[in-house]
């Protein structure tokens, strides 16, 4: 653990060890009314699991301590044409901008969430359609495709459970909060969402019954190059800073992703007063400090390295500017991290 007066440089910015969580019944095992919905939905040809029918094998949900409103903005339409053997069919797609971001929240009375690997089969004929415009970001984990999934069959999580259809996640999170994924297109009541998986970037499918949805323009976009990072909501800057990221060995991720989580219960004041991790993981390590190397923006207790790569993959942010983002950004906030 980081000493708060004399920590290293190098030296680890996040707690391993988490409070443990039970898997709540009904969690998409066999004979659970989530296998029954599973069956229906998808026939035979696919039912769902329990991601982790042995509660030894839990590993811990940790940090990589690595150390006014604007005017709508005009939606486009495009044609999505697709063609069977018996009938073309078109479907009018509507293109929400990259600035609107559509974020899934889990029901409070569900205690999980299932999401699975797969479209549902009905999916290239869903109606409506709509789709998120992405930005064009390199992502660090084409480097790194050989690195174990997080979670898998055998590793299960903290609340991250992988299945034979796709994924469980647990509501609330570890963390206290309610689960979310960030969307990237929705058809009908099904949405492709972003996960809190390794690899980096994996989506899923979601069915809309088990969330609520709502919209923000808030976004960060951090340069690791320049250790800068902009805070906007739609076109206005509401913050920027420069910022603590990943050394060589431990570099921060690039891509896309999302605040998963907000926690003030940190493990100690080299982390600054807030922790707020994303749905991202390292790739270049696979435990960090008894649990998982999730990625996540954070305070400090060394404002001198603020400008520096020192970290071993988090971000860490002035103090008062972690205060701030905690106030006012909400779960789902995309964050654009470029090389």
């Known amino acids: ?5 004399t920590p290293e440089p190098d030296q680890a910015d996040g707690p391993g060890d988490q409070p ?11 004979g659970s009314a989530e296998a029954a919905i599973a069956a229906s939905r998808f026939g035979n040809r696919e039912r769902v699991v329990a991601g982790a029918a042995v ?4 590993a811990g949900l940790g940090w990589l301590v690595l150390g006014g409103s604007e005017e709508p903005t005009p939606t ?29 929240t889990a029901k409070p009375e569900l205690a999980e969430v299932v999401v699975w690997e797969a479209p549902p089969p009905e999916w290239d004929t869903m109606t409506p359609v709509v789709k998120w415009e992405a930005p064009e970001i390199p992502a660090s984990s084409e480097e790194f495709s050989d690195r174990p999934d997080l979670p898998r069959v055998d590793y299960p999580l903290q609340g991250r459970y992988r299945t034979a259809a796709g994924w469980t996640f647990t509501n609330p999170t ?53 250790r800068h990072l902009v805070v906007y909501k739609g076109t206005e ?15 921060t991720p690039t891509g896309r992703f999302y605040i998963t989580d907000k926690t003030d219960d940190v493990p100690s004041s080299f982390y600054g007063p807030h922790i707020l991790p994303l749905n991202g993981y390292s790739e ?4 960090f400090d008894g649990g998982v190397p999730v990625i996540a923006l954070h305070g400090t207790s060394r404002p001198d390295l603020l400008g520096e790569a020192a970290s071993n993959g988090c971000v860490r942010l002035p103090n008062e500017v972690i205060e701030q983002l905690n106030t006012e950004l909400p779960l789902g ?7």
């Open 1 to 5: 653990m980081a000493d708060d007066t």
């Open 237 to 251: 800057v509401v913050t920027d800073t420069k910022v603590v990221v990943g050394k060589d060995s431990t570099r």
């Open 55 to 58: 509660l030894a094998l839990l």
């Open 174 to 226: 570890p963390f206290g909060d309610s689960f979310t994924a960030l969307v990237t297109e929705q058809r009908g009541n099904w949405a492709e969402v972003m996960l809190p998986v390794r690899p980096n970037g994996t989506r899923g499918y979601l069915d809309l019954s088990q969330v609520d949805l709502s919209e923000h323009e808030y976004r960060v976009e951090l340069t690791l190059s320049d």
């Open 284 to 287: 270049q390590l696979d435990t």
């Open 20 to 30: 443990e969580v039970e898997h709540p019944e009904g969690s998409g095992e066999p």
């Open 76 to 104: 486009t339409t495009t044609t999505a044409v697709s063609t069977t053997t018996e009938k073309t069919t078109t479907t009018e797609a509507e293109t929400r901008p990259a600035l609107v971001s559509q974020v899934a």
């Open 333 to 339: 906030t995309q964050v654009e991290i470029y090389a």
